[in-house]
């Protein structure tokens, strides 16, 4: 079972931080249109691993059968590993190719307030707010913090959706012969 984690966890992995690897240091993360719902987009397809494992792991290790408690358990463990090369994918990112990232976010953040017509008074209260958590953002623990949970609630999602799924008790596997 270990061997199949680390396996489709660090392939899930690959996936994920090699999007946010090529969003930030090849394309330039402030220049992608969508780059929020690609960004998903990725982590749902790096979070597919989930089901070929626990899928994988049913079928040739438990002859069929899995309880649902053992397959979110692999799904959990997967999603902390791949969640984790996110993580340190964006803290390298961050760090070599966008350590202005919140310089600009707020600078894109205060230009659509203004074309979309919002008023000067909650312009200026969203400078405050966004500075104050520019400033917060400077600690690496709490960055980590906030790219978890980017993340790993994703992953513990398709987790539960593939245990649901893939959950097969002992005699319910019709047994025909191969």
């Known amino acids: ?14 996936i994920v931080g090699g999007w946010l690897f090529v969003a930030t240091a090849i394309i330039g993360h ?5 780059g929020m719902f690609l960004g998903y987009a990725s982590m749902v397809l790096a979070f597919s691993m989930i089901f070929v ?21 692999i799904g959990l463990l997967i999603t902390l590993i791949a969640s984790t090369i996110y993580v ?33 008074a909650t ?3 969203q400078v405050t707010e966004m500075k104050s958590f520019g400033e917060m953002y400077k600690n690496p ?8 949970m980017e993340i790993l ?3 513990l999602l ?15 596997v019709s047994s025909v012969p191969a």
């Open 123 to 125: 312009i200026d209260k």
């Open 53 to 73: 494992a626990v899928k994988a792991y049913r079928d040739k290790h438990l002859d069929g059968t899995i309880s649902f408690g053992k397959a979110f358990r």
């Open 1 to 14: 079972m270990k061997r199949i984690i680390w396996v489709y966890g660090i392939i899930a992995g690959l």
């Open 30 to 34: 402030e220049r992608i249109e969508n």
């Open 88 to 120: 340190l994918t964006w803290e390298l990112s961050f760090h070599y190719f966008v350590p202005d990232y919140m310089e600009k976010y707020t600078e894109k953040t205060i230009e659509d307030l203004k074309t979309s017509g919002t008023d000067q």
């Open 153 to 155: 609630p994703v992953g």
């Open 158 to 172: 398709i987790s539960l959706i593939v245990a649901l799924i893939l959950k097969r008790k002992p005699g319910s």
């Open 141 to 148: 623990l709490i960055r980590l913090g906030f790219s978890y």
